[in-house]
């Protein structure tokens, strides 16, 4: 009998590799959400929701973008595509097959549950999800630095367009990579008469706080009606916030060393209200809308500048 050459005993030790770190990762996931269903179900679901899906508690749903980045840390992959590309190079492998069919599987159990909790909660599908043509000017805010009582007419300039950041929840990642991207695009978005507000429906608290972590200059109001979050058909849902998808995408940062703000314990948020940007021009007629169907999905500036002059 030939001995394997050791390009082949190569390939069977990335095989091998692979399998072990999808099972490891699969029966993570898999104890998570035995013990998510298991929870929601000894109480009321809102208090499930409140005080065990948060990212200090390592067992709740959360605890599976750290699975996530210890998946990708054990295979040398910074991506989920890199992931994906990895265990397509070795399909051949009738063992990472059925790691495959597991992980898959996993997927497929864990929307579900996340769904059945929308549906329970009455959250997402029943929202009207058309947007209006303008906003009213006499809309009531509140400047998060001043305390102050403003209208959004305050904000509508002549010959400048208003572009309205609504962000998800102070301590969202992605909404600070966000405007990070916008304050790194500033003179262009100046160039083309774009002014930049975000929106919270937080309170002052919240925002004093978020204020000093991110060192946002842009100007803060606090919309704690959210009403605009409603005229914009911002609603919320556990599944678009916690998908199988988006909880690996998210292990692709903490995997890259990239930390997720603690909330504070002191101040009620929102994890599962979704964002969005929309640009309004000096009489509050909306130029540009996009609703954010996920944390992740942000519009480029390039995206919302070309929706403006389209």
Not at 180 to 192: D, G, R, T, V
């Amino acid at each position: 009998m030939e001995e394997p050459t050791a390009a082949a005993q190569e390939v069977d030790s990335k095989a091998l590799s692979l399998v072990a770190a999808l099972k490891c990762f699969t029966e993570k996931g898999k104890c998570l959400l035995e013990l998510a269903e298991k929870q929601s179900k000894e109480g009321s679901l809102q208090d499930y929701i409140r005080l065990q899906i948060r990212i200090e508690k390592k067992q709740s749903l959360l605890g599976l973008i750290d699975a996530a980045a210890e998946l990708f840390r054990s295979l040398s992959v910074k991506t989920l595509k890199d992931a994906e590309d990895l265990w397509k190079s070795q399909s051949g492998s009738t063992e990472v097959a059925d790691a495959l069919r597991g992980f898959e599987e996993l997927e497929l159990q864990w929307d579900r549950f996340l769904k059945c909790l929308d549906q329970d909660l009455q959250l997402g599908p029943q929202i009207d999800q058309r947007h209006p043509q303008s906003i009213s000017p006499h809309l009531p805010l509140t400047c998060a630095r001043s305390g102050r009582e403003v209208m959004l007419g305050d904000f509508l300039q002549k010959d400048e367009k208003l572009l309205l950041v609504l962000i998800r929840q102070f301590a969202c990642l992605f909404c600070r990579l966000h405007l990070k991207e916008l304050h790194k695009n500033q003179k262009l978005l100046l160039s083309q008469g774009v002014r930049v507000v975000v929106v919270s429906f937080g309170c002052r608290d919240g925002a004093a706080h978020w204020i000093k972590e991110t060192g946002c200059a842009y100007d803060l109001l606090l919309d704690p009606q959210r009403q605009l979050y409603i005229a914009f058909s911002l609603g919320s849902s556990l599944w678009k916030v916690l998908n199988f998808r988006n909880m690996l995408v998210y292990g692709e940062h903490v995997a890259q060393d990239m930390e997720f703000p603690k909330e504070q314990a002191s101040i009620q948020d929102d994890m599962f209200q979704l964002g969005g940007d929309f640009v309004l021009d000096e009489h509050g007629s909306v130029l540009f809308s996009h609703s954010c169907q996920s944390p992740i999905d942000r519009p480029s500036v390039y995206r919302i500048l070309s929706g403006i002059n389209s």
